[in-house]
């Protein structure tokens, strides 16, 4: 699937299933939340955190498609075409930091 696809199957469920966008201060705080999920399963999975009980079913997977899908919707709602948006933001990086991360001595 395309990302442009993605944007596309995720405004057809909403108008077909979810009746409209969350206003996108909600979109963003549910963003936010998304966000902390994944971030506890790292730290508990990855890092140093030991992983409770009921945490251990949680798929990271699903936890990272549940944020790419509010960052969707945000996208969506305010008119950003994410295909466009990361080809720009590819462009930038690597004039950016064509050399940066070579002669980064900490990360040799």
Known sequence: MTIEQAQQ???EWIKQY??????????????TEEVGE???I????YGDQSEKESDKNKELADELADVLW???CLA????????????KNLEKKTT?????HINNPKLS
Not at 18 to 31: D, H, P, Q
Not at 42 to 45: F, L, M, S, V, Y
Not at 76 to 87: M, P, S
């Open 9 to 11: 199957k995720v405004d």
């Open 18 to 31: 979810g009746v409209r966008y969350f206003s996108e201060l909600t979109n963003m705080a549910i963003l």
């Open 38 to 40: 994944v971030a506890r």
């Open 42 to 45: 790292i730290a508990r999975r």
């Open 70 to 72: 509010v960052l969707i």
């Open 76 to 87: 969506n709602q305010t008119g950003v075409d994410l295909t466009k948006a990361l080809e």
């Open 96 to 100: 950016r930091d064509s050399q940066r």
